[in-house]
C-alpha cells in the first residue's frame, strides 16, 4: 500500500474510531446526567411538600464511598442543612445500566464490522489513484543524477527530426519511460507533417487539372476563337465550367484548412433538424429535377449547432446520392428521433459502394473506383468536411452501402436537453 492510500485509510478508521467514542460519551453523559436529575427532582418535590425549599437550595453535594460495604459503591449525597442526608447509590444504577452499555457495544461492533466492508469497496474503488501513487513513489525513488540529463539532453540533440529513424535512444534502463514518451510525440508530429505534405500535394494535383483545361481552352480561343462563333462558345462554357470547379475545389481546401488549424467557428443555436432537413429537401427538388425526392417527416427534433454547417453536410449527401444514382431514382431523406439522440439520412438507389471502399470514402481526395468517378466531377472531399461538421457537433455517420442497390447516410447528433 502507498503512502496516500496508508494516509487515507488511517484518516478514514481513525475518523470512525473517534465517532463512535463520541457516541459513547454523549451517551454516558445523558445517562448519568438523567439519574442525578431523577435525584435532585425526587429530594426537590418532598421540599416543597414539606417547606423546606430554601435548605434544599443550599444543600451540599458530593460523592461519596459507602463505608464498610464495598470500596467499589459509590454514593451521591443531598446533604441539606441541619437535616438528615439522602444517598442515591450510583453504582448501583451503573450496574443496572451494564445492558444498555453491552446492547451499545454489540452495535457498535457491527457498525465496524460493515465499515471494514465498506472499507475494501473503498479500496478497490481507490485501486486506480493508488496505482497511481505507487508509480509516482517508484519515479520519485529513481536517484537523478545529472549526468543522466545530459546523455538525454545528447540523444535529443543527435536524432534528425526528419530522418527515417527519429527516435531517441540512450541505452539508459532509468531513462526509459522519458525515451518512450518523447518518441510518441515525435511518432505524432512526423504522422501529422506527413499528413500536411501529402494534402498539399494532392491539393496541388488536383488544382493542377482545371488549370490545364482552362488554360488548354485559352489558347484554343487564341487561335480559332475570334473566327469560329462555335469554338468561342465551347470554349466559355467549358471556362464557366471549369472555374466553377476549380472555385469549389479551393473553398473546400480552405474549409478543411481552417478546420486542421481550428479556425472554423460553429456558430451554435437550439433548432428543430427537421425544419432543416425538409429546407434541402425542397430545395434540391427546385434545383435538381431528375430525380424523384420523399420526405419522412419527424417535427420535434431538437438539437444545437450551426445551422449553416449542418445544411451543408446535408447537401454534401443529397449531391453525392444525385451523383451516384441514376435519373428517376427515389432519394429519400428522413429524420429520427432516439433517447438522447436525433438523427437524419439521405438514402439513393444508387451504385452503392463495395464493403473494402466504405473504410476509405471518409478520407481526404478518396474517390472509390477513380475511372468510374472521373465523369462524375467529384474531389473527393464532400465526406471529409461532412464527417468534420458531424464530430464538431458531436455526432457521428453510419453509412450502409450494397453495389447497384443504393447508399444510406446516417447522421447522429446530440439531442437538445429541455
Ligand atoms: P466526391 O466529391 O468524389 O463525391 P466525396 O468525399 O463526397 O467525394 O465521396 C468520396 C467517394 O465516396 C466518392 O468518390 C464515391 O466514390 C463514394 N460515394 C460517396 N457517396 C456515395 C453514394 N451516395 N453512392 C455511391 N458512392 C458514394
Known amino acids: ?77 443531598i446533604q441539606p442543612a441541619e437535616m438528615e442526608e439522602y444517598r442515591f447509590p450510583v453504582t448501583d444504577f451503573l450496574e443496572f445500566c451494564i445492558p444498555a452499555a453491552v446492547i451499545l457495544v454489540i452495535l457498535q461492533g457491527i457498525h465496524l464490522f460493515f465499515a471494514l466492508f465498506h472499507t475494501s469497496e473503498i479500496r478497490r474503488k481507490l485501486k486506480p489513484i493508488n496505482d497511481l501513487a505507487v508509480r509516482a513513489e517508484e519515479m520519485s525513488s529513481i536517484s537523478f543524477d545529472p549526468g543522466k540529463f545530459s546523455t538525454l539532453e545528447q540523444a535529443i540533440e543527435s536524432i534528425s527530426p526528419d530522418g527515417p529513424e527519429a527516435e531517441v535512444h540512450t541505452g539508459d534502463k532509468d531513462l526509459q519511460s522519458i525515451e518512450v514518451a518523447l518518441n510518441n510525440l515525435l511518432h505524432h508530429m512526423k504522422e501529422s507533417q506527413q499528413q500536411q505534405a501529402r494534402f498539399v500535394s494532392d491539393a496541388s494535383h488536383e488544382l493542377r487539372t482545371p488549370i490545364a483545361v482552362i488554360e488548354g481552352y485559352v489558347n484554343l480561343l487564341d487561335r480559332w476563337g475570334k473566327e469560329d462563333e462555335a469554338v468561342l462558345n465551347e470554349s466559355i462554357e467549358a471556362l464557366k465550367q471549369e472555374s466553377a470547379h476549380m472555385k469549389e475545389l479551393v473553398e473546400q481546401l480552405l474549409f478543411l484548412a481552417r478546420g486542421d488549424s481550428g479556425r472554423n467557428t460553429l456558430h451554435q443555436v437550439s433548432f428543430d433538424l427537421n425544419d432543416v432537413v425538409k429546407e434541402v429537401f425542397e430545395e434540391s427538388m427546385m434545383i435538381e429535377e431528375r430525380h424523384r425526392y420523399k420526405m419522412k417527416d419527424q417535427p420535434g427534433a431538437l438539437t444545437r449547432g450551426d445551422v449553416a454547417m449542418i445544411k451543408q453536410s446535408i447537401r454534401i449527401f443529397v449531391q453525392n446520392a444525385v451523383k451516384y444514382s441514376g435519373e428517376g431514382d427515389c432519394i429519400t431523406f428522413a429524420v429520427g428521433i432516439e433517447p438522447g439522440m436525433v438523427s437524419y439520412s439521405v438514402q439513393d438507389e444508387g451504385i452503392g459502394m463495395e464493403a473494402g471502399e466504405l473504410e476509405h470514402i471518409f478520407e481526404r481526395f478518396y474517390r472509390a473506383d477513380q475511372a468510374r468517378n472521373g465523369e462524375k466531377g467529384g474531389s473527393g472531399l464532400g465526406l471529409s468536411i461532412a464527417r468534420w461538421i458531424v464530430e464538431a457537433h458531436h455526432g457521428t455517420i453510419e453509412v450502409t452501402s450494397a453495389p447497384e442497390c443504393g447508399s444510406r447516410f446516417t447522421v447522429k447528433l446530440p439531442a437538445e436537453q429541455l
Open 1 to 77: 500500500m502507498t503512502s496516500i492510500a496508508r494516509k487515507l485509510n488511517g484518516s478514514f478508521w481513525r475518523k470512525r474510531l473517534w465517532d463512535l467514542l463520541l457516541t459513547d460519551f454523549i451517551v454516558a453523559a445523558l445517562v448519568c446526567g438523567g439519574y442525578l436529575y431523577s435525584c435532585e427532582k425526587q429530594i426537590y418535590s418532598q421540599a416543597k411538600m414539606s417547606d423546606w425549599v430554601e435548605a434544599y437550595r443550599h444543600a451540599g453535594r458530593y460523592f461519596t464511598r459507602t463505608d464498610g460495604i464495598s470500596w467499589r459503591q459509590i454514593d451521591y449525597v
